[in-house]
Structure formats: structure tokens, C-alpha cells
């Protein structure tokens, strides 16, 4: 009876392979969003009226890519040098701090900009208020706050694993964010959610309706 080939979670498997692919990917994505976001930052800045909710939320967005981009060189070299990093803890760590922070803030950011469209196109009258240049820096400083609270056990611990580690759990609760991104950013998506909303409390109002009455009437 032959036995079975194990299955391995351990990436250094495919070191041959991701020495080679990483860098090329890496490189392609250093190029694309070095030119993309700096056109980004560009166009927006240079226009001439003011700067209105979306604007800011995508400058926001825009600065926390070219963050991560600069440090793509950094882990190219990584794998051109088959796992060896050169540069020392503090920019490992730097580069490490880069990745998670734009995760974060790419989530954040990415929510604040689909519940801006939703109020402008559902409530444009109502909650203007919302989409004022004050309130959304403000919503802006509260999104970097939050970053920096989710990364900072990257320089708490000495424990650079345990660090890692909490850090990675918090990056995962983002998932959770995503059905509030669908509810607000997609109208379909929403009316479907209300409706089974409303339908399961018509139908509990009407079982607890019956079971009292079913009651009341065998007394």
C-alpha cells in the first residue's frame, strides 16, 4: 500500500519559485502604484476648487498606498536574496508596520468612501452635514488613530512573533466590515437585507400572535 504524499503549509517549500515570481510581482506592482497614486495625489492637488469629501477620503487613500509602495524595494531584495533580509530589525519592522497600516487604513478609508456615496446619493439633503470638510478630516484623523492602535503592537512587544501575531488578529476583525460596505454601497443589496429583516419580524409578531391566542383560549 503506498503512502499517501503529505501536504505542507511551510512556504519555504517553494523557495526556487518565489525568488523568482515575488521580485517580478513586487516590481510590477512598485511600478504601477508609484505612477498611479502619484498621478493620484497630483490631479487632485492641483485642482483648482476646493476639496470636497470624496477628495480627501481618496488623498487619504491615495497617501496610505504610496506608504506601502516605499517600501516594496525592501521586500524585493528580501527574496532576490532567497529569504535575507539585509537591512536590519528596525526597517524590518518599519516595512512590516507599512503592510499592516495600509491594510487598515486601505479598509477604512475604502468604508468611508462607500458611505459617502451613500449619503450623497440617498440622503443628499438630509445629512450633508456628514460630508462637510471639517467632519470628514475629522473622520480622516479618527481612521489614523485607529491604524495606529492596530499597529502598535508591533513596537510594544519585544516579542516581535506575539507582535505579529496581534497585530494579524486585528487585521482579521476587518472582515467583518465588509457586509456593512455592501449594505451602504449597493441599494439592491440593502433592499433584499430590510426585506428579510422585515419579513422575519412579521412572521415572529404573527407565531407569538398565535401562540397567545392559542393559549388564551385553552384557559
Given at each position: 500500500m503506498s503512502s499517501s504524499p503529505l501536504i505542507?503549509?511551510?512556504?519555504?517549500?517553494?523557495?526556487?519559485?518565489?525568488?523568482?515570481?515575488?521580485?517580478?510581482?513586487?516590481?510590477?506592482v512598485f511600478i504601477i502604484s508609484a505612477c498611479g497614486n502619484s498621478l493620484v495625489l497630483y490631479v487632485?492637488?492641483?485642482?483648482?476648487?476646493?476639496?470636497n469629501s470624496t477628495s480627501i477620503y481618496l488623498v487619504n487613500l491615495a497617501l496610505s498606498d504610496t506608504l506601502?509602495?516605499?517600501?516594496?524595494?525592501g521586500r524585493i531584495?528580501?527574496?532576490?536574496?532567497?529569504?535575507?533580509?539585509?537591512f536590519g530589525d528596525l526597517l524590518c519592522r518599519l516595512t512590516t508596520l507599512l503592510f499592516f497600516a495600509?491594510?487598515?487604513?486601505?479598509?477604512?478609508?475604502?468604508?468611508?468612501?462607500?458611505?459617502?456615496?451613500y449619503l450623497a446619493m440617498?440622503?443628499?439633503?438630509?445629512?450633508?452635514?456628514?460630508r462637510s470638510v471639517r467632519v470628514v478630516r475629522r473622520v480622516c484623523c479618527l481612521v489614523w488613530a485607529l491604524v495606529s492602535l492596530q499597529i502598535a503592537p508591533l513596537f510594544s512587544f519585544s516579542q516581535s512573533?506575539?507582535?505579529?501575531?496581534?497585530?494579524?488578529?486585528?487585521?482579521?476583525?476587518?472582515?467583518c466590515l465588509d457586509p456593512v460596505i455592501y449594505f451602504f454601497a449597493i441599494k439592491t443589496y440593502k433592499k433584499r437585507v430590510m426585506s428579510l429583516f422585515k419579513d422575519y419580524l412579521y412572521t415572529s409578531g404573527a407565531s407569538s400572535k398565535m401562540t397567545a391566542e392559542n393559549s388564551s383560549s385553552n384557559t
Open positions: 505542507s503549509c511551510d512556504v519555504f517549500v517553494y523557495q526556487r519559485a518565489a525568488v523568482v515570481l515575488f521580485p517580478i510581482f513586487y516590481s510590477v487632485i492637488c492641483q485642482r483648482k476648487q476646493k476639496f506601502f509602495t516605499l517600501a516594496l524595494p531584495i528580501y527574496y532576490i536574496r532567497h529569504f535575507d533580509w539585509p495600509n491594510t487598515y487604513a486601505g479598509i477604512g478609508f475604502m468604508t468611508c468612501i462607500s458611505l459617502d456615496r440617498v440622503h443628499p439633503h438630509q445629512l450633508q452635514c456628514l512573533i506575539l507582535s505579529l501575531q496581534i497585530t494579524v488578529s486585528l487585521m482579521n476583525f476587518n472582515c
